[in-house]
């Protein structure tokens, strides 16, 4: 069965330092893995996805995350925060047993920015 | 043009009523599903429909009935409304093709209040 695990419920950062959200993934198949953002009663916007091409993946709004199987990881970082980046953060692996590829979510990491 | 749209956004009834929330796709995908998001913020996949047909049921209360008239169109009914199904509700569409997962495009979400 698929699974993810985001090891940090809450993260705090300062304004213009780095942000690492981390994400651990469990997969009986070669996975496609996602990272999702949420701001403030907001709908989920798609930051970046991973589907077996480039192991470093580049997203929206300067984040990037790094396929590693060996670790059965997907980090999302950030070079700098920004105030914007304040939300709720969502790692995500597909299952596609079911032939629709139902998303299977992480807990969500909340980003703090603090100025 | 709004890829995935939801109405209401937010839905205040109480305890015992039925009430329906809408979903529509203008992506042209094959796939909709149905996410319920609880006061935690985590995410579960409730439905999902591959023209039209029903193919992912998880557990969820029979009270819970969704309908897609047509691939644009998702809708959830939910009968004699508790207390617990208080919590927001997201449609979300893919094409599901190749044998791989694609992007899920989530709606705004439907905030209900079961008072």
């Known amino acids: 069965a698929q699974s993810v695990t985001q090891l940090d419920s809450h993260v705090s950062v300062s304004e213009g330092t780095p942000v690492l959200l981390r994400c651990n993934y469990s997969s009986s198949y070669s996975p496609s893995l996602f990272w999702y953002v949420q701001h403030p009663n907001k709908g989920l916007q798609l930051l970046l996805k991973?589907?077996?091409?480039?192991?470093l993946v580049k997203g929206i709004n300067g984040f990037e995350a790094e396929f590693k199987k060996s670790e059965t990881s997907f980090h999302l970082t950030k070079p700098s925060a920004h105030m914007s980046d304040a939300a709720e953060y969502f790692c995500v692996v597909s299952d596609p047993t079911s032939g629709t590829y139902k998303y299977i979510f992480g807990t969500g990491t909340r980003l703090k920015v603090l100025a | 043009d709004t890829a995935v749209s939801q109405t209401p956004k937010y839905l205040v009834t109480q305890m015992g009523n039925d009430k329906s929330i809408k979903c529509e796709q203008n992506?042209?995908?094959?796939?909709m599903y149905w996410y319920k998001q609880d006061s935690k913020k985590f995410l579960k996949i409730m439905f999902s429909?591959?023209?039209?047909?029903?193919?992912i049921n998880e557990t969820v209360p029979n009270r819970f009935s969704p309908k897609s008239p047509d691939k644009a169109h998702l809708n959830l009914h939910i009968n004699s409304l508790e207390l617990g199904d208080s919590a927001v509700y997201f449609c979300?569409?893919?094409?599901?093709?190749?044998?791989?997962?694609?992007?899920?495009?989530f709606g705004p979400g439907t905030r209900l209040t079961v008072l």
């Open positions: 992506l042209g995908h094959d796939t």
């Open positions: 429909y591959n023209n039209k047909e029903l193919i």
């Open positions: 979300a569409s893919s094409q599901v093709a190749g044998g791989r997962t694609d992007t899920q495009y």
């Open positions: 991973y589907t077996s091409a480039a192991t």
